[in-house]
């Protein structure tokens, strides 16, 4: 079978796999009688043309069969891409599990590393639109620290389409400044340059997390042509939204995505803006979600900005974010370099030349405290992870990779 098909069957409903194979059956039935009734009346029964009859039904069978099961597959595929959450998820069945080849000890496996190894409180896993499985408490509202900035990549979408965003725009197109003012190389960094956190810009941002301990002198470095993970681009990145759009950034993420995708426990009035504004003007947009929405925004990405029948954010924009912009080799500092991500558009995207055969194509958000949205196009999987910083703990990258490893080694393909 081409893997293609295979791939994708992986996902599809036991349901809907029985309805295939009966609709088969039932056809192979109404072809051996048409097809033999024809022949006979066409040719008559004498033993040379019963030879005859028996090849060109065949041929006919076999053609006509062949036609009905392409038609069928893609009827399946077609209704799989398209498998979304309604006002709840539905999970897996055992046997939904094993017909997708998943296996439920290592699935279990899984859960013992995630009790006893890591300090999360929810992880979520879903594979075709269902839950695989899921650990901990998934309804939770907490804060998820650096996956903000996705979720804001991902905001950006309908409004650079629509024309209200240029990416071109700079920081003196849009009039903007900080404290103590901006020096003129770096206000002619573009919002590009800052969702792709390549502004050059190295002004205090007004909430800690990043590596600016690591960045350059200021003016150093021309617009564009560096990478460093620097809260001052995304905090920045976020006010040039609300400047081009005229909309508070939390209402674009209520009204575009939470609405939308029917998320079951977002609440408005967790969502405010923080940070020391004698740092810098520009205060962090922080974001709280439960595990289970973050896996419908992982989805959303997964289905390339598709929700059912509906395009919730531009096809070509969720496809863009998640590109590599800047390869694990032009990483900054010297211990990014060369490592096991790229950066696209505020995600982290797996890059270079050691990447896991599951894990190509594959891209993350990743917030301090160990708070991660996985999207994996290969298993046709998302994996929403969080801990609850309030509690004083947290998960390391190297105790959720662990988990996402065990996830993956659960499928009998990888």
């Known amino acids: 079978m081409p893997n293609f098909i295979e791939y994708k069957l992986k996902g599809n409903s036991a349901a809907d796999l029985v309805f295939l194979g009966k609709y088969c059956q039932k056809w192979i039935d109404f072809s051996n009688k048409f097809l033999l009734k024809d022949a006979y009346a066409y040719f008559g029964e004498n033993n040379y043309t019963s030879n005859h009859l028996k090849s060109s039904a065949m041929k006919k069978y076999q053609l006509l069969l062949s036609i009905l099961i392409i038609v069928c597959l893609n009827a399946c595929i077609s209704a799989q891409s398209g498998i979304i959450p309604g006002e709840s998820w539905e999970e897996m069945s055992p046997e939904e599990r094993a017909?997708?080849?998943?296996?439920?000890?290592?699935?279990?496996?899984?859960?013992?590393?995630?009790?006893?190894?890591?300090?999360?409180?929810?992880?979520?896993?879903?594979v075709g639109g269902k839950i695989l499985v899921s650990y901990g408490d998934i309804e939770e509202l907490s804060y998820v620290a650096s996956?903000?900035?996705?979720?804001?990549?991902?905001?950006?979408?309908?409004?650079?389409?629509?024309?209200?965003?240029?990416?071109?725009?700079?920081?003196?197109?849009?009039?903007?400044?900080?404290?103590?003012?901006?020096?003129?190389?770096?206000?002619?960094?573009?919002?590009?340059?800052?969702?792709?956190?390549?502004?050059?810009?190295?002004?205090?941002?007004s909430?800690?997390?990043?590596?600016?301990?690591?960045?350059?002198?200021?003016?150093?470095?021309?617009?564009?042509?560096?990478?460093?993970?620097?809260?001052?681009?995304?905090?920045?990145?976020?006010?040039a939204f609300e400047k081009e759009t005229g909309l508070n950034i939390f209402d674009a993420v209520e009204k575009d995505l939470v609405k939308p995708l029917q998320m079951q426990d977002f609440d408005r009035s967790m969502h405010r803006k923080s940070g020391d504004l004698s740092r810098s003007r520009y205060p962090a947009y922080h974001m709280h979600f439960s595990t289970r929405d973050l896996a419908r925004l992982g989805l959303l990405m997964l289905r390339e900005g598709k929700w059912g029948d509906?395009?919730?954010?531009?096809?070509?924009?969720a496809k863009e974010i998640v590109e590599v912009?800047?390869?694990?080799?032009?990483?900054?500092?010297a211990s990014l370099k060369n490592g096991e991500f790229g950066y696209g558009y505020m995600w982290w995207v797996w890059d270079g030349d050691e990447v896991p055969p599951a894990l190509e194509g594959a891209y993350c958000a990743r917030g301090a405290w160990g708070n991660y949205i996985t999207v994996i196009p290969k298993l046709d999987m998302v994996v929403a992870f969080k801990t609850k910083s309030i509690y004083g703990r947290r998960t390391s990258w190297s105790d959720y990779k662990a988990i996402l490893e065990l996830l993956i080694e659960a499928s009998k393909d990888y």
């Open 99 to 126: 017909l997708g080849g998943w296996e439920d000890d290592k699935l279990r496996e899984g859960w013992s590393y995630f009790r006893d190894n890591s300090n999360g409180t929810g992880l979520c896993a879903v």
């Open 147 to 205: 996956v903000r900035k996705s979720v804001l990549a991902m905001t950006y979408g309908n409004y650079v389409k629509s024309g209200k965003i240029n990416l071109k725009n700079t920081l003196s197109d849009l009039g903007m400044d900080d404290n103590d003012g901006l020096l003129d190389i770096e206000k002619g960094a573009s919002i590009l340059d800052l969702i792709t956190a390549r502004s050059g810009i190295y002004h205090k941002a």
């Open 207 to 239: 909430n800690p997390g990043d590596n600016q301990a690591d960045a350059p002198e200021r003016g150093s470095q021309k617009p564009g042509s560096y990478y460093l993970y620097n809260n001052w681009d995304f905090n920045a990145a976020g006010a």
């Open 310 to 317: 509906k395009q919730i954010i531009p096809s070509d924009w």
């Open 325 to 333: 912009y800047t390869p694990s080799e032009d990483m900054n500092p």
